[in-house]
T-cell receptor
Framework: QQQVKQSPQSLIVQKGGISIINCAYE??????FPWYQQFPGKGPALLIA?????SEKKEGRFTISFNKSAKQFSLHIMDSQPGDSATYFC???????????FGAGTILRVKS | DAGVIQSPRHEVTEMGQEVTLRCKPI?????LFWYRQTMMRGLELLIY????????DSGMPEDRFSAKMPNASFSTLKIQPSEPRDSAVYFC?????????????FGQGTRLTVV
């Protein structure tokens, strides 16, 4: 059973554009929602994370929007750059479990 | 800190052989996770340890897979006998619990090919 659904599978954005990746979850016990970035040949690395007590979190060009009632969250990458080209994973976990459940991933390509 | 260290980075083995993957977590971290990444199934949690004790191994696919953590600085994932469908990238990750932050730091992975 897929607990975190991620879309789109792939995304092509022009340099300077906005990249948007969406995720939806089912388990209302989740209370930690991170996004991981993975470059080829590397392990995933934490990009930004949010807890459900806030609706938005921004770090530089990266913003997470969180809609608790809809059980959805999204990643927005503003002013996308070629260096942002990577695979992005949303994930979810319960506070004391720390078992990350990952979405299927989105391959982002930013064209220069 | 050097981060989570995994070895080997690449492993090619013949079907039926035993394979052992190794992981050294970040010093001071007390939770360790083994994930498997494939194109078909994405990133799957296989097993995780807290304070060297296996907490949840429900993701371990079969009895052919086993994991140990004899001390806080070392863990192994063993596959015996290996099969072609075990070909994947295996990641080890560690984190510090029970801190508020649940960030998991991943190693660079071991790419396993079973022929």
């Amino acid at each position: 059973q897929q607990q975190v659904k991620q879309s789109p599978q792939s995304l092509i954005v022009q340099k300077g554009g906005i990249s948007i990746i969406n995720c939806a979850y089912e388990n209302t016990a989740f209370d930690y929602f991170p996004w991981y970035q993975q470059f080829p040949g590397k392990g995933p690395a934490l990009l930004i994370a949010i807890r459900p007590d806030v609706s938005e979190k921004k770090e530089g060009r990266f913003t997470i929007s969180f809609n608790k009632s809809a059980k959805q969250f999204s990643l927005h990458i503003m002013d996308s750059q070629p260096g942002d080209s990577a695979t992005y994973f949303c994930a979810a976990s319960m506070e004391y479990g720390n078992k990350l459940v990952f979405g299927a991933g989105t391959i982002l390509r930013v064209k220069s | 800190d050097a981060g989570v260290i995994q070895s080997p980075r690449h492993e090619v083995t013949e079907m039926g052989q035993e394979v052992t993957l190794r992981c050294k977590p970040i010093s001071g971290h007390n939770s360790l996770f083994w994930y498997r990444q494939t194109m078909m199934r994405g990133l799957e949690l296989l097993i995780y340890f807290n304070n060297n004790v296996p907490i949840d191994d429900s993701g371990m696919p079969e009895d052919r897979f086993s994991a140990k953590m004899p001390n806080a600085s070392f863990s192994t994932l063993k596959i015996q006998p290996s099969e072609p469908r075990d070909s994947a990238v295996y990641f080890c990750a560690s984190s510090l619990r029970p801190e508020r932050s649940t960030e998991a730091f991943f190693g660079q992975g071991t790419r396993l090919t079973v022929v």
